[in-house]
């Protein structure tokens, strides 16, 4: 591709909601991106305005590939999305329109009219009743806080790692896992519940040094994670010289 162009801007120009029931959530839709080198897209949200790239108060939801469309759930307070697209070179357009949602009012039902007692039953217990438990949120849990990797300059990609992801809060955990450096490769890109997550190298940079990624684990009613990667290429070995016979000739 080359650069970001105007066509991503008119590409993500069609960010709209769609809200079908509490059950099924809303859904977060935008126009598909033409360009041949198209790698995916990134959704942001906010809980207050201004809510831009550059506004400083979005933060990453979760990384698509190709897919139009994410189900953003069932918020309970207004929420602020948009979307970005990026290529194969980790290039990322300009954001799309902003899409406010705010939760719909429901209306509860009426109440059915009380039914008198049986002049035989015993009399109602007029304590009250019992408040459920509170809903504890779910939240993302690794087994690890960071990755480092070694590899040598023309050799060979160095052996893969995994870590562990699972849900230390309660309810239901849903997570998107995404890397922001062309040298990694994640094995899953979402899951939910526990799931396992390996994690690549490859293609090694060609120059040695220290190289720094992260991967992020997001989850919709969670704080996000992210682990550290470290990558370090060291320099080929020196090749030794090849022992020569000289043969006198008498």
């Known amino acids: 591709m080359g650069g970001i162009d105007m066509n991503w801007m008119r590409a993500l120009a069609g960010l709209f909601v769609l809200w079908s ?28 305005q ?3 790239s550059t506004s400083g108060t979005a933060s990453l939801l979760i990384a698509l590939g190709t897919e139009t469309s994410f189900n953003i759930g069932t918020p309970t307070v207004t ?8 290529d194969s070179s980790n290039n990322e357009s300009g954001s ?13 039902p009426a109440a059915p009219p009380p ?12 304590s009250g009743p019992v408040p459920p438990p509170p809903v504890t949120p779910p939240a993302i849990g690794a087994s690890t806080t960071s990755l480092s990797f070694t590899a040598t300059q023309g050799g ?14 309660g309810g239901t955990l849903s997570w998107a896992a995404s890397d922001n450096v062309s040298w990694l490769t994640l094995s899953r ?12 190298v490859g293609p090694v940079p060609t120059a040695t040094g ?23 290429v060291t320099s080929a070995p020196a090749s030794k010289p090849v022992a020569r016979h000289h043969h006198r000739h008498r």
């Not at 929420?79 to 990026?86: G, I, N, P, S, W």
């Not at 799309?96 to 509860?108: E, H």
């Not at 220290?210 to 370090?232: D, F, K, N, Q």
């Open 156 to 169: 060979v990609n160095p052996a893969a790692q995994t870590f562990r992801i699972n849900n230390t809060g």
């Open 96 to 108: 799309s329109n902003l899409i406010i949602f705010t939760p719909p009012v429901m209306v509860p």
């Open 21 to 48: 029931s509490a059950a099924s959530g809303a859904m977060l839709t935008w126009t598909a991106n033409v360009e041949p080198d198209l790698a995916g897209y990134r959704v942001y949200h906010c809980s207050q």
């Open 210 to 232: 220290t190289y720094h990624g992260t991967i992020t684990l997001s989850a919709i009613g969670a704080p996000s994670v992210t682990v550290p990667v470290t990558l370090t």
């Open 115 to 126: 039914v008198p007692p049986d002049p035989g039953s015993p009399p109602p217990n007029t």
């Open 189 to 200: 890109a979402r899951g939910s519940g526990a799931g396992v997550e390996s994690v690549s």
């Open 79 to 86: 929420q602020y999305y948009f979307v970005t697209a990026f």
């Open 50 to 52: 201004p809510c831009s």
